[in-house]
């Protein structure tokens, strides 16, 4: 029964579906046996995993396993600091997932909230208000003004009924709903007037209906139901860290193991080998790349705040920033979501009208509004009389007189939007209806409703009463036998017929929806029934539209620039949707890149799949397609961001690499299913999370660069010396300090390094890229090769030059120390060296430098500490061959790009 296309039938034959007298309602046995066949009108959850084995899911990746073990060799060694950072990271980190896996889980919460808790309904012919769980199919549901469908119907009872729809549907005004059964099984959700759904709310008339679906059966319960479905997958970031860690954890330790066999083989003592061992083991392994990421991601997440951008979950920053196409939704995240008056058509006459949203300031070009002999004022002044709309001002409705504007009083409308763009139009030329009404009383209205098509209103004045009317052009058209114009009122002939629907014709080419507007004079005796619209004036036609976002555009740019595809994916009608996509840029002129829902039911996943990359506009799609078309963008190798506001885009939200939802528009639903919320609901914010996520990424790569270059040569020095008989150039506690010291603040302040210029010019990067692609793994290589070699060469020449061993070990300590320091500045930039970059550019690099400079002086000349490190105090010319040998490398790198780079001029650097 609920696979029935309810909208093809007569209403009269779905009560007969449901066995329901649509006077009476069901009764109560027949309502007891629908609820054990059906159950409860409620959105069901899979049942979730407990808070505990949440947060105990945190420690079963590899490298955290590892870093555990770490942690007990630290404790063993006597290093119970280095051991509490260890735990101290580790219990950070699985705090922070297990916020934000808890967090994912409340999608349905939100979800059940959509839902009306209560309803009003037919029970034994008697009206009864019951919880809304209890309804079940074949229930008479009794509807009005101000309340939420409780579960989906076909309506039997339609007066003035409107239904705003748009977290639905996408839909970005109130549907007027009818009962009048629709031809075509295949009509878009959005385009079933004779239907509504669970958790839409109505918004103007009353009516009753007959409840076709319940729970997860209706449209609401299929939304549920997919984002359930939809599995949560590791963005690329994790995937590349969870590859690099156990690449790194193996090779450390088989390297490790190495240079302890060959130093027991070689004569050393087992367990002194054992401790230089298993120390090298906590150096090499990066324990504190986990701490590093998720400081970088967090710095970042604290500057997209300041742009409006908030971060649910830490990774989304990254893959964002990776992003190849961002697909979005229409209706408040391109568009401003406030209908406004574009053009007014007037005795021949088309005029522009300028402004944004619902703020009454604009300027009209094409026509004086201001003369009353104009009939573009008459237009006007029909516009805001012949309205129920309240023109409001931070949601307070105050008299024009008082109605000053500013940045800080965000302008509103209560009621129907298209009624309030009228409103707000006729403000623009000052024309306020409270003032009108100071001449003319209301007297009263014919509502509109969907089988008229129109709506009148019946003032009386001085003059005498007269009625004002609005409607859709062609049903005005036929109603009117003359025409407002400069010269008076004229018989309207063929002529001016078509040439108004000419100008009709042309607006609605370009999006525009558009009402006419028409007056008469009335016969005081005249009743205020349909006979009073008959023989009309025409006074003109008012074009509207949700006009798209001023930065919207600009951000699309970008994007373009950036290699970044948009693609639109709304609700609305495809003319709609092609003229604002045409205005954005983001549909090129006479571009064919247009799909609607119903071309959509005829492509076969296969068939999407290929027409997803040369397409830019959906039109008149479901909740389902969206996420077809995110799927099939996937399948592509693309890495999708979503955006969007109302419940029908949480499940493509979900289900997109990141996804991202309205802060202000956004239902909680799309919130929780999202990785990122924009405060100010503006496209634009995207491209700053874009701009932000690359530079990220590029600092997680500085920052991996420096750490495994630095381990490189320390695993070298300590290696190189074993295989060649060498005695030890380093002990065990010297490496974990060279650990600390190196790996800590230089390295987090690296991690939280400034932009590149040219960040936004370059490509996505290619999803499948690992982390040492474009010469990264080279440049590790030959630069750890560089800093092992320089150590073991001070403490080689040291001994040759009849320094003692620990004065030896102290030159090769700090040769070790400073080689990294320095090589610090060389990971601000893949294509530049020191001399380029800008030393002081990154403050807190500097300063985390010279902590480390003192803390290794520190173990040099403390005296307390030198019993402890086993160093000596040295002598000038020491430092002197220490600086040359850890510094050498850099200045000669730096020289050398910045000869090459001058040569080659900055233009070619930028990829590089």
């Not at 046996?33 to 105990?56: A, D, I, Y």
């Not at 916020?99 to 909230?113: F, G, T």
Request: net charge neutral; hydrophobic share 45%; glycine share 8%.
């Amino acid at each position: 029964m609920r696979q029935q296309a309810w909208h093809v039938l007569p209403w009269i034959d779905v009560a007969k579906a449901f066995e329901v007298h649509p006077g009476k309602g069901l009764s109560l046995k027949e309502v007891n046996q629908r609820l054990t066949e059906f159950g409860q009108n409620m959105l069901r959850t899979k049942k979730g995993t407990h808070p505990v084995f949440v947060f105990l899911g945190q420690f079963k990746d590899f490298m955290v396993l590892v870093l555990l073990a770490a942690t007990i060799v630290s404790g063993v060694l006597g290093e119970v600091a280095d051991a509490i950072t260890i735990m101290a990271i580790l219990i950070v980190n699985a705090v922070l997932g297990f916020i934000q896996e808890y967090r994912a889980e409340k999608s349905m919460d939100s979800l059940k909230s959509l839902t009306a808790p209560e309803a009003r309904v037919l029970r034994d012919g008697v009206e009864v208000r019951i919880p809304a769980a209890e309804l079940v199919p074949g229930d008479i549901v009794l509807l009005e003004a101000g309340d939420r469908i409780p579960a989906d119907i076909r309506w039997i009872q339609a007066v003035n009924i409107e239904v705003e729809e748009s977290a639905l549907t996408g839909e970005s005004h109130p549907v007027a709903k009818s009962v009048l059964a629709l031809t075509d099984e295949l009509t878009p959700m959005a385009d079933r007037v004779n239907m509504g759904y669970m958790g839409t709310i109505v918004v103007n008339g009353r009516g009753a209906g007959v409840v076709v679906a319940t729970g997860m059966d209706t449209e609401m319960g299929i939304i549920a139901g997919m984002i359930q479905s939809v599995e949560d997958e590791e963005t690329p970031l994790q995937k590349r860290l969870a590859q690099l860690g156990k690449y790194l954890v193996l090779i450390s330790l088989a390297v490790c193991a190495l240079v302890v066999i060959t130093g027991v083989w070689r004569g050393e003592g087992f367990y002194k080998m054992f401790l230089a061992g298993v120390s090298l083991a906590v150096a090499a392994i990066p324990e504190g790349l986990p701490a590093i990421v998720t400081v970088a991601l967090a710095i970042g997440v604290q500057r997209m705040v300041k742009r409006k951008a908030i971060v649910r979950k830490l990774p989304a920053v990254e893959t964002l920033g990776c992003a190849t196409v961002i697909c979005s939704d229409k209706t408040g995240t391109l568009t401003q979501n406030e209908m406004t008056v574009r053009q007014i058509y007037s005795d021949r006459r088309m005029t522009a009208v300028t402004g944004q949203g619902y703020d009454p300031k604009g300027e009209f070009h094409g026509g004086d509004p201001m003369t009353s002999k104009d009939p573009l004022n008459e237009a006007l002044k029909v516009a805001a009389l012949c309205n129920n709309s309240i023109l409001t001002r931070k949601g307070i409705q105050v008299a024009g007189l008082f109605r000053s504007s500013s940045k800080e009083s965000p302008w509103g409308i209560e009621g129907d939007p298209t009624e309030g763009a009228l409103l707000v139009a006729a403000a623009k030329a000052g024309i306020w209806r409270e003032t009108l009404e100071r001449k003319e009383e209301r007297m009263g209205e014919i509502p509109f409703d969907s089988d008229r098509k129109r709506m009148s209103v019946i003032y009386q004045g001085k003059s005498g009463k007269r009625a004002y009317v609005k409607g859709a052009p062609d049903v005005i058209l036929r109603l009117c036998k003359a025409e407002l114009t400069s010269e008076g009122i004229v018989e309207l002939n063929d002529i001016r017929r078509r040439t108004i629907m000419h100008a009709n014709d042309e607006m609605a080419r370009k999006a525009l929806r558009v009402l006419a507007v028409a007056e008469r004079q009335l016969q005081e005796d005249e009743k205020d029934d349909e006979s009073i619209e008959e023989n009309l004036v025409f006074v003109g036609l008012m074009g509207m539209i949700d006009p798209p976002r001023t930065s919207a555009g600009k951000a699309i740019k970008v994007c373009r620039h950036a290699g970044i595809k948009p693609v639109m994916i709304t609700g609305d009608h495809r003319l709609t949707a092609e003229a604002v996509a045409q205005e954005l840029g983001i549909l090129r002129e006479n571009s064919q890149g247009i799909l609607t829902g119903a071309e959509l039911e005829y492509l076969s996943d296969e068939e999407l799949e290929k027409k997803v990359m040369t397409t830019s506009v959906y039109a008149r799609v479901t909740p389902k397609d969206k996420l077809r078309i995110v799927r099939a963008l996937k399948k592509n190798g693309q890495v999708v961001a979503m955006t969007g506001d109302g419940v029908n885009d949480a499940p493509a939200v979900k289900e997109a690499d990141i996804g991202v939802s309205m802060g202000k528009t956004g239902t909680d639903v799309t919130k929780e299913a999202s990785a990122m919320v924009l405060a100010d609901d503006n496209f634009a914010t995207i491209v700053a999370a874009v701009e932000e996520g690359r530079a990220i990424y590029d600092n997680i790569r500085k920052f991996i660069r420096y750490l495994l270059s630095c381990n490189l040569g320390e695993v070298l020095t300590m290696f190189l010396a074993t295989l060649l008989g060498l005695p030890l150039p380093l002990l065990a506690i010297q490496i974990l300090w060279v650990n600390l010291v190196t790996d800590g603040l230089p390295a987090m302040a690296l991690g939280v390094d400034g932009m590149d210029k040219d960040i936004m010019s370059r490509p996505p990067r290619a999803p499948e890229e690992s982390i040492f692609a474009r010469g990264l793994a080279q440049k590790i290589g030959i630069r750890g090769t560089m800093i092992g070699l320089g150590t073991l060469f001070v403490f080689v020449t040291a001994l040759f030059l009849g320094v003692n061993m620990l004065g030896a070990r102290t030159m090769a300590f700090s040769t070790l120390v400073f080689s990294q320091l320095f090589h610090v500045f060389d990971c601000k930039s893949e294509t530049r060296g020191i001399f380029e970059v800008g030393l002081f550019s990154n403050p807190y690099l500097v300063a985390a430098v010279l902590i480390s400079t003192l803390m290794q002086l520190s173990v040099v000349y403390l005296p307390p500490l030198q019993a402890i490190f086993k160093t000596a105090s040295l002598l000038s010319w020491q430092w002197g061959f220490i600086l040359t040998v850890a510094g050498g490398p850099s200045i000669l790198i730096g020289l050398w790009r910045l000869v090459k780079n001058t040569w080659h001029g900055d233009t070619s650097i930028a990829r590089g």
